[in-house]
């Protein structure tokens, strides 16, 4: 269930942001492309690539038509971001904000250039938005040090400090009912004010930053992400097994290195498994045994490839049962 609906040209976003929640809003925005929208608020942000979709698709909308956002809540990390992008934006007495750089996981060079530009980006909307030097007198930290400083932790302020330094420009206060009210719903999404540095609790998804806090506060997540891990193991040791006769070490190499099994190595094991070299071994393999013994040197080449095999096999077994807990099944 995605909590993103519409009602009387008001869009909520009122979940953490990722992927399915994001699709949901930018189709409603697209419906309302010519109207006046107000989403209404309630994030502790998420993921990276979803949430600068929203910031996308806020930025197309500028001069268009107007975008206000109301922070009923929290609007943190990404969440955050997207005020920088809207028209109006007004929060009510008990909001809570949080900004610090964007950041995903990195595995080249090209992955860095595009999160560098995207905080560029992201940057420059906050330095349009915002007073720099207020925010560094009330928060101790200027937009400067948040993106260029990598000691810089999360900042995290109220209603009333986003109010002075820009980002926020109506402070809409509400009811002691509306108040606790408010408090009940942003507790549900474990992003109360009370939540939000209390490192005792579950901490939401944004926080988590290691595999060992995933497991700590989503036991059931990390035991299917492990699961699936353990089934795509198991499915790439089963496809090289299927050449172990044609090539026992090269087969035990791609095993160990942890190599995806590619159409070039298919391709080369298929080649030789169809080689004259390989049928005629298969051909007499398959010819009935001789009552007197065999001491021929191709004879003795063959019995050693069949240890080799037995040994690779015995590997495989031993390594699934140790990654996987799975087993070999038996091949004639």
């Known amino acids: 269930m995605y909590f993103v609906f519409v009602k009387d040209k008001e869009l909520y976003l009122y979940s953490p942001i990722y992927s399915g929640v994001a699709e949901n809003l930018l189709a409603q925005m697209e419906e309302n492309a010519d109207n006046d929208i ?4 309630n994030t502790p942000g998420g993921s990276v690539l979803a949430g600068w979709g929203i910031c996308i698709k806020m930025r197309e909308r500028v001069g268009k038509a107007k975008t206000t956002i109301k922070v009923d809540g929290a609007a943190m990390s990404m969440g955050l971001y997207a005020l920088a992008f809207a028209d109006v934006v007004e929060c009510s007495s008990i909001s809570k904000f949080m900004a610090h750089p964007a950041d995903m996981y990195v595995s080249d060079e090209v992955d860095q250039a595009f999160l560098d530009s995207m ?14 030097k207020k925010m560094k007198e009330l928060t101790g930290y200027s937009i400067a040090d948040m993106f260029e400083k990598k000691d810089t932790p999360d900042i995290h302020f109220g209603a009333d400090v986003a109010q002075k330094i820009g980002l926020v420009n109506k402070i809409n206060t509400l009811t002691p009912a509306e108040a606790t009210a408010m408090a009940d719903t942003m507790k549900y999404f474990q992003i109360a004010a ?18 060992d806090e995933l497991k700590a506060a989503y036991p059931v997540l990390y035991k299917e992400a492990v699961q699936k891990g353990e089934d795509k193991e198991y499915e790439r040791v089963m496809a090289i097994n299927a050449f172990r006769k044609v090539d026992p070490k090269a087969c035990a190499k791609m095993i160990k290195k942890r190599k995806k099994v590619t159409a070039e190595f298919t391709n080369e094991m298929t080649l030789k498994q169809n080689s004259p070299e390989a049928l005629a071994a298969l051909a007499k393999e398959s010819a009935k045994p001789l009552d007197t013994p065999i001491a021929d040197t191709k004879a ?17 077994d031993k390594y699934l049962a140790e990654t996987t807990g799975k087993k070999v099944a038996a091949k004639a």
């Open 38 to 41: 107000c989403i209404r608020m």
């Open 119 to 132: 905080n560029a980006d992201l940057r420059a909307g906050l330095e349009k938005k915002i007073d720099s």
């Open 194 to 211: 009370t939540a939000t540095e209390d490192k005792s609790k579950k901490p939401v998804m944004a926080e988590i930053k290691t595999l």
């Open 300 to 316: 003795a080449e063959a019995a050693k490839k069949n240890e080799a095999i037995a040994e690779f096999e015995a590997g495989v």
